[in-house]
């Protein structure tokens, strides 16, 4: 008994002594590049000796780091400080209270300061009930990747609608006559980048699931017309049957390895292209706004991730200071450079130094800065669940355009409703 | 003075047998409340409330009585979820007792040298199901996996295995059955060799072959380890998540009820309605073991 009271006041002793260094547990996915997430660190932890940051790595895509979030946060675990967390999940970290919001560590004015030096699609998607939940980290959007050897073999111009990429990608098909090349990549598995898979096209016909007052405005026409254009795709055969299998990651290490001409991907998959010791296309792949559909009109679907601090973090004064930092435009750059991320403030996109390691940042901009916003609601994770597993199963052809297109309109409009 | 160890020992000789028992088994019972009957208690006690956490019941749950039951037997999406893991039950339950009664009859041969067969018994039991769901994506993925190649090497047509409902249902017994056979071989096995060497002989001398002696003599006196396995088998069928989950990419265009549970409460933070699934999944699991409880006890009779 007595030994282990002795033992317990040298434990309390150490952690008295540790509790003199602040220490901050920063949670981000494996897909953003933990190793350029640990410079940052050592470089916020030599400017302040007394806060050590610690990184805990989850997994590597937007669905599953949020499953373990879900968690960790229901339980109100005050282990994590800050989390980097995925564009679309704002309003519900508000809704369920588990961001600490930023406003009592900004008056007003210095918050309004603060806001309009980023890209407003960011300002925007970090507000909610005129609330700030969280600070910008990165921007993304989606591109259209392209194998630039083949355009140029065939006497080709990066397309600009989405016809001439059908037609490109046909006539290289043909003669190329090489039996593991595929035209047109699109994301098509059950997973979050399929919901902006089956918004592109509603967004260019001028739809959306809501209207200006947050209303919910989509109707089966549209998403009809949506789910029409990508089975169309395979149907024309510039798609392969499978779509329905393939996840963004799988379409970029298949294009990686030469096998498609044309993909719609987010950002970071320039970097690995060029970099990655396995590709087989460096420095043959250019890369271009999307294309328009027909009627002229261009939509992206607008990514990007976002610093919140937990709500049930102890250090709170402490995590809001380092996640100034993160979202600050010197690791904007760091970021840029080292892991082709997009800058969250639009001065960079014209920074020499970014543009030399990312040519293409210079007409990356206007992209960025037309991409649309998936919606914004606290039960987005339904929402996500209705699109993206309806859209699967008609790329499955389990389900017509049509059925797929009323299924998705009513189970929306019930989530909308409240019910 | 009375020595304190004494005391305590005097005390402890002072009990009657059965309070005894009793001091013995309190830190047992203690262990199972805290991770079975607490844990059940409470989803019992959330089924009971509208508890969302994106909206203000996530920290203030209202109170709704049997309303997330009714909306449970008016969910279509739940009674899909639940065929589909009957027929998981119907097809893979079955089919696991033969393929591992198969294995066992095999890894009983007197071999002479026995730890290949054994190893080859022991591995699939040993891999997390996780990993048997990835491995299984792969086999049967339209473009890269084996079962196509072999497929189109005999001449047949790429088949999207993952994405067909059809074909993917048999695709995941398929998996399941491989992962679970070899646990079914194993308490078979242990059933097979404490069948008494002499009946055999005895039946042989009788000129009895070896289909009469196996059907007449192994089946019925393995009876008792069959039921046995075929009753945990079913347990764990019901609760059939991570094979059919690792194969869709985590999509859900065959969900059972463990994946319509995990869906509702991890995902859509929808934790009084989920916890109401949960509850029925435990009913489900709660008779079978009712009828295993039984059958062991007619045993001990």
Known sequence: MRKLFWLLVAVLVMSAALAQQTRLRVFVGGQQRPDVMRKIFDLYQSKNPGVRVDLEVGGATSDQQQQYLTTVLASRDPSIDIILIDVIRPAQYLASRWADTLDKYLPAASRQNLLRQYLPAYSQANVINGQLVALPGFADAMFLYYRADLLEKYGFRPPTTWDEAIQQAQTILQRENNPNLNGIGFIGAPAEGTVCTFLLPVWAAGGDVTNAQGQFSLT????????????????????????????????????QAGRWVFGTMFAYAWNRFQNDADSQVKGRIGVVPLPAFAGGRQASCLGGWQWTVSDFSRNKAQAHKLVRFLSSPEVSKILAIDASNLPVFPALYRDPDILRVNPWFGQALPVVQAARARPQHPRYAEISEVIRVTTNQVLARQKTPEQGAREIVTRLQAIYGGR | MIQPQSRIRRSLGDLSERALAFWLLVPAALLLGLVALYPVGRLLYTSLFRRRLTDETGNSPVFVGLDNFVQAFSDERFWTALWNTLLIVLVTVPGALVVGLGLALLANLPFRVKWPVRLGLLLPWALPLVFAGLIFRWFFDSQYGVINDVIVRLGGERLLWVTTPELLFWAICLSIIWKSSSFVALILLAGLQVIPRELYESAAVDGANRWQSFWRITLPLLLPAILVAAIFRTITAFQTFDIPFAMQNGGSSFETLAMYVRTMSIENLNFGYGSALAVLMFLISFVVTLVYLRYVRGADD
């Open chain 1, 220 to 255: 089966v026409e549209q998403a009809q017309r949506a789910l029409q254009f990508w089975v169309g795709l395979m149907d024309q055969r510039v798609s392969p049957p499978n779509m329905a299998e393939k996840p963004q990651d799988t379409i970029r290490s298949e294009m």
